[in-house]
């Protein structure tokens, strides 16, 4: 707590000073938020408005906007006056509702630039001295940015649950058990030969570390379910050339976002897109056509798409109609196929989460579509079956060309995003960032290094340094280290 003291009171000396900034959005709109926070905003407010008295604070007011040089009348707004420390930043601020036109945003801008002691704000900054100020720890600082650049319900959701503090409370609570167990042990060091110290304390303490390691391994043990909402699930389509990948995956997005071609080999790189799926974000790809080529160009679209399919959460391996109806002579003439099919395409599928999918139904004969169906209906068994087993394979019918069964591919993939991320507010508060997984493992390997620990005094180090990782995650020490890496993806005026 000391460093950090030092680190906002020199944050706050070299951030001194009135910053301004447009908070709502850019281009033309109904009204724009320009937000002033900083100790100049009391004298901004009067001289923007040519009034001898400050609004009622936390209460709109209907104001006119002067140019406080030559006193042109800018705009007629709505002034909203919060003075610190009761505000976002903790400092005084102060928000112009304005009409929503560049023109007036940008003289209103001009205005206020021409006042002493205010400049522009700095990305991020009217964040960063509410981190600095003490309204928000970084994981609330972090989950204010993810709610700013969500996409999906799911995301919101989660954003918004860690912007309200539900990780951070998490991370406090062993925080404050493990100050405890350092307090006891520091304790019995010290006044070990007093008769006021229990005998137990020392076994108490390790009971203690022992059910918080416990608690963090459990959080790390999340399956990055966290990581995959917030940066979006990685899906890659992978088959033979021709087989209807890009045209899979231009009905998904609903748009023409690969190029649909007869010609074997069209794709040669990995095209990417992002798509909602169920209210999940799931990030798309199509690739280069899965065969043996002499082509330079189109031998490194091929190395691009496995390598593509290895990182993937999900992978669709496409195969054709025509071929797979060759081999539904039998059950196990079928399995045999789309397991030889899985091993072609990516020899690694079996450690993986795929499904199969079969397209271009629509130019097979009726007797063949039916037989196929009711092979993938068998193949696939029952609701239970693939409730219990997390790594069943699910195999599906489909038609690019009519639109047949693309959406029970879209409803089996979205159980599949859905589990992989579970619902942000069922359960436990999730990981987000690997930077909070990195601080969390290194919490964990000293723990682990206080059990092996003789030594009573370097036993009670240990503990200090998980302290340390845990309060580099809020930001209560080594807050000098990740502020940059935190703040750089905010916007202008937040």
């Not at 991320?421 to 990195?438: A, K, V, W």
Request: with cysteine.
């Amino acid at each position: 707590m000391v460093l950090v003291s030092h680190i906002r009171r020199f944050s706050q000396n070299i951030y001194r000073g009135t910053i301004f900034a447009l908070s709502s959005g850019f281009g033309k709109c109904g009204v724009a938020v320009i937000r002033v926070s900083g100790p100049h905003v009391r004298s901004t407010i009067m001289s923007l408005t040519g009034r001898s008295r400050l609004p009622r604070p936390r209460q709109a007011t209907l104001a006119n906007l002067y140019n406080p040089t030559n006193r042109d009348h800018l705009d007629k707004a709505l002034v909203l006056w919060f003075p610190g420390p009761n505000s976002f930043t903790g400092e005084d601020t102060c928000e112009y509702h304005v009409h929503g036109g560049p023109a007036v945003i940008q003289a209103i801008h001009a205005a206020l630039g021409k006042l002493q002691g205010l400049r522009p704000a700095e990305t991020g900054e009217f964040t960063k001295r509410a981190f600095l100020n003490g309204k928000l720890d970084l994981t609330e600082v972090e989950g204010l940015g993810d709610l700013i650049h969500a996409e999906t319900e799911a995301q919101r959701k989660q954003a918004l649950r860690q912007m309200k503090g539900d990780l951070s409370r998490l991370y406090q609570m062993w925080t404050d058990k493990l100050l405890k167990c350092v307090a006891h042990i520091e304790a019995f060091i010290d006044f070990s030969e007093e008769e006021n110290i229990e005998d137990d304390i020392l076994e108490k303490a390790r009971i203690q570390v022992g059910h918080i390691h416990a608690e963090i391994c459990h959080h790390l043990a999340d399956k990055r379910c966290g990581e995959r909402l917030r940066d979006g699930v990685h899906v890659t389509i992978l088959g033979h050339p021709n087989v209807g990948k890009s045209s899979l995956l231009n009905d998904i997005c609903q748009r023409p976002a690969a190029i649909v071609s007869p010609t074997a080999g069209t794709t040669r790189d990995v095209i990417e897109t992002t798509v909602n799926i169920g209210g999940y974000p799931v990030i798309l790809s199509d690739t280069a056509g899965v065969r043996h080529s002499e082509d330079s160009v189109e031998i490194e679209g091929i190395k691009r798409a496995k390598e593509s399919a290895h990182e993937a959460d999900v992978v669709i391996l496409m195969t054709d109609a025509l071929e797979a109806a060759q081999h539904s002579v039998s059950t196990l003439s079928f399995r045999t196929y789309l397991s030889n099919v899985s091993t072609s395409l990516n020899p690694e599928a079996s450690s993986l989460d795929y499904m199969i999918v079969i397209n271009k139904s629509d130019v097979v004969p009726v007797e063949s579509s039916y037989k196929l169906k009711h092979l993938i209906q068998e193949l696939n068994g029952s609701e239970k079956q693939r409730h219990d087993n997390d790594d069943y394979m699910h195999c599906c019918l489909i038609s690019c060309k009519t639109g047949e069964g693309i959406e029970d591919l879209l409803s089996i993939l979205a159980k599949k995003v859905e589990h992989m991320c579970i619902n942000p507010q069922s359960h436990s508060p999730s990981l987000t960032q690997q930077r909070h997984r990195h601080h969390l493992e290194q919490a964990t390997a000293a723990l682990e290094d206080f059990f092996h620990q003789s030594d009573v005094v370097l036993a009670a180090v240990y503990l200090r340094i998980s302290l340390r990782q845990l309060g580099k995650i809020t930001g209560k020490v080594g807050a000098e280290d990740i502020l940059d890496v935190v703040f750089k993806d905010f916007c202008i005026g937040k």
